[in-house]
């Protein structure tokens, strides 16, 4: 069976409940250098995952989930992104990692309450 190539990235709660239940299906990360060089082998040359592992915090019992990995789009405009619990995402020029399947999820124990209130988020604001 081989090797499998594994994207290991890190989310906070929100997303990774968004993430847990299905809701969304694409991870966003900044157009940084960091990111092309986890992302690209070379322009418009994308490296190849197999899985994508996403951890919600840095301790052997913080959350866990696999999925299969479907690839990596460049998202170049102001698209705007709202989830039902009212959170609006606004990637701004970014990487869009899409996500398959759930494989499996270990220590995650439901969602945590949403916001109530419609929430605006742009992900240069934000720290992964």
Same mark, same amino acid.
């Given at each position: 069976m081989g090797n499998k190539r594994i994207l290991y990235l890190t989310v906070n709660r929100h997303w990774f409940d968004l993430?847990?239940?299905g809701v969304k299906k694409r991870d966003y990360?900044?157009?940084k250098v960091y990111w092309y060089e986890r992302l690209f082998e070379s322009v418009n040359n994308p490296k190849h995952y197999d899985q994508v592992v996403i951890r919600n915090g840095y301790q052997p019992i913080s959350p866990v989930i696999r999925l299969e990995y479907k690839g990596v789009d460049l998202v @170049?405009?102001?698209t705007q992104v709202t989830y039902p619990d009212?959170?609006?995402l606004i990637p701004g020029s970014s990487y869009a990692i899409n996500l398959g399947e759930i494989l499996?999820? $270990?220590n995650w124990h439901g969602s945590l309450e949403r916001p109530k209130k419609?929430?605006?988020?742009? =992900? $240069?604001? =934000? $720290? @992964?």
């Open positions: 993430i847990a239940t990360r900044q157009m @170049h405009s102001q009212g959170t609006v499996e999820i $270990k419609r929430q605006v988020i742009f =992900l $240069k604001d =934000l $720290k @992964h």
